[in-house]
């Protein structure tokens, strides 16, 4: 009650100045913060982040619009954020757990998502179906959450890696790449064989060796 409380009297205080989008943050490491700030800065409207926890009512990536005033351009705007850092982002148009926004004013909610208990990533992946051939075949290991690609030139770049509701999210310096899991059946001179498969979902502009499925092939 006393943050529902503090939340009504902020916008009650913002109510006459230019919409504004309320930044709420929760678990995120220090290279997802850097990307949200630096992506903040990129969109049209001020923002503001706010040190009060995200009621756990919400998706981990949320949207609460103003209910008098939409703002769709900067509303979507904002959900491609949420997509570029791995997030698929809920919109809600109405209050929500005693968060309201009027006057164009928008709440921007984020938390991070700990890994499913039980869940383990392979340690050691290949490239494959990449979408330049010569990215093929990288080696890819996986150590608690960082993740180090072996380039062409035998230089290793450690990234940080996080799973987020079904997606693996591979952050590098201010982009982010996600992931999508599946187990097929691979072909191999041995015949058919299980795989765990994570197939990219976006594509980014640089490195291109992000634009790369990762697989291993279980052979026995």
């Excluded at 949420?82 to 929500?96: L, R």
């Excluded at 990449?130 to 990215?135: A, F, G, K, L």
């Excluded at 999508?180 to 291109?208: C, M």
């Amino acid at each position: 009650m006393r943050n529902g409380i503090l939340i009504c009297m902020l916008l009650l205080l913002t109510a006459c100045q230019q919409p504004t989008v309320y930044v709420y943050t929760q678990a995120l490491t220090d290279i997802q913060t850097q990307q949200l700030t630096i992506r903040l800065q990129q969109q049209s409207l001020p923002y503001q982040f706010i040190q009060l926890p995200i009621p756990k009512e919400f998706a981990a990536a949320t949207l609460l619009t103003s209910e008098d005033k939409l703002l769709t351009a900067e509303t979507e705007q904002l959900a491609g954020i949420m997509q570029a850092m791995g997030y698929q982002p809920q919109i809600n148009y109405v209050s929500a757990a005693n968060h309201h926004y009027s006057d164009g004013n928008i709440g921007f909610y984020l938390r991070g998502e700990h890994i499913e208990p039980g869940f383990n990533m392979p340690k050691l992946m290949r490239t494959t179906n990449c979408s330049e051939d010569r990215y093929n075949n990288l080696r890819v290991t996986f150590n608690e959450n960082v993740v180090a690609f072996t380039l062409l030139n035998g230089a290793r770049a450690h990234l940080e890696w996080q799973f987020y509701e079904n997606y693996l999210v591979i952050n590098y310096r201010d982009i982010s790449q996600s992931y999508t899991h599946s187990t097929p059946l691979v072909a191999t001179p041995f015949g058919e064989k299980p795989s765990d498969t994570y197939r990219y979902t976006a594509h980014v502009e640089s490195p291109q060796w992000l634009n790369c499925s990762l697989q291993v092939v279980y052979m026995d």
